[in-house]
């Protein structure tokens, strides 16, 4: 069982910045690919970025490509979502993901992850 839990959500105005954290644990000397996702009302959840169990590769939605940075200290199994230039578009509640038995190639899917957190709300006003 892996523990996930999500920090640093919060309100902002459009072309400011957050950095959300991803703190996973549970299974020690375990390491994981870590993904995060967002979700608004109505709509199915959507990947966002994505950085492997070694921290040599990261993925992100073309949405976010230039805007938003990924990276990790995989000694915590910590993950963090740096959101510079922040849109309306981009308010969602925000959630961290772990890969532990899931497929490498379904990193940027939901599928691909094996534990969740509950989630950080994001607000970027106009």
């Not at 105005?13 to 967002?38: D, E, I, K, N, V």
């Not at 979700?39 to 805007?67: C, L």
């Not at 190639?105 to 106009?126: E, H, L, N, P």
């Amino acid at each position: 069982q892996v523990h996930v839990e999500e920090s640093g959500g919060g309100l902002v105005q459009a072309g400011g910045s957050l950095r959300l954290s991803c703190a996973a644990s549970g299974r020690p000397g375990g390491r994981y690919a870590m993904g995060w996702f967002r979700q608004t009302p109505g709509k199915e959840r959507e990947f966002v970025a994505a950085i492997s169990w070694s921290g040599d590769s990261t993925y992100y939605t073309d949405s976010v490509r230039d805007r938003f940075i990924i990276s990790r200290d995989g000694a915590k199994n910590t993950a963090y979502l740096q959101m510079n230039s922040l849109k309306p578009e981009d308010t969602a509640v925000y959630s961290c993901a772990v890969q532990v038995y899931g497929p490498p190639d379904a990193i940027t899917f939901v599928r691909g992850y094996d534990y969740w957190g509950q989630g950080t709300q994001v607000t970027v006003s106009s």
